[in-house]
């Protein structure tokens, strides 16, 4: 099946189009933003990281001193193991396997509540990071702005210390307002 020719107006209509002196068209303003680096460093984020350092304090040293338990039940079967009678290395054998079993669980535990904490938190955090950048963005006229995946920017379009001191500032702000 042969084609149908274009015709003479669609080469003249092309023609034109590209050869036509087009509109000047406004350079793009395109940003990027190093979204770990605020987060490690916003106040927000800062604030978080100490509530669940205190919050979970408590817990952590309780796990530290069944540690240091367990540690000392070990080296007392090691040290004087040969010398107890067969019942009391058993009983021994036997606290150190449940101190260990107890002591996994509520490492496990732990760990999942800390996580889970930390998700919450830093959901929170994220978002601001996200707002700030939107705000910034309208004030300052980007038409773009990129984060993650990006294997090269120069630092004519890296804003991430812009965004940190835009939060560091309401960050203030917020708290001289209470």
């Known amino acids: 099946m042969a084609r149908n020719p274009p015709s003479f107006a669609a080469i003249a209509l092309l023609a034109l189009t590209l050869w036509a002196d087009p509109v000047p068209a406004q350079e793009p303003k395109i940003g990027f933003?190093?979204?770990?680096?605020?987060?490690?460093?916003?106040?927000?984020?800062?604030?978080a990281s100490a509530r669940l350092e205190k919050e979970f304090a408590p817990k952590?040293?309780?796990?530290?001193?069944?540690?240091?338990?367990?540690k000392s039940k070990r080296e007392q079967l090691e040290k004087d193991g040969l010398i107890m009678t067969a019942e009391q290395r058993i009983e021994l054998e036997r606290d150190i396997r449940t101190l260990e079993?107890?002591?996994?669980g509520e490492e496990q535990?732990?760990?999942?509540?800390?996580?889970?904490?930390?998700?919450?938190e830093f959901k929170k955090v994220r978002l601001s990071v996200m707002e700030a950048i939107n705000k910034l963005a309208k004030e300052e006229g980007f038409d773009l702005i990129l984060s993650d995946g990006v294997l090269f920017s120069?630092?004519?379009?890296?804003?991430t210390e812009n965004i940190l001191e835009h939060?560091?500032?309401?960050?203030?702000?917020q708290a001289a307002d209470n």
């Open 167 to 173: 939060m560091q500032r309401n960050s203030k702000q």
């Open 33 to 47: 933003v190093d979204i770990p680096f605020i987060i490690d460093r916003a106040p927000l984020a800062k604030a």
């Open 154 to 159: 120069s630092k004519r379009f890296d804003l």
């Open 101 to 104: 079993r107890k002591l996994r």
């Open 109 to 120: 535990d732990f760990r999942e509540e800390l996580n889970i904490q930390k998700n919450n």
């Open 60 to 70: 952590q040293k309780a796990i530290r001193e069944k540690r240091a338990l367990l």
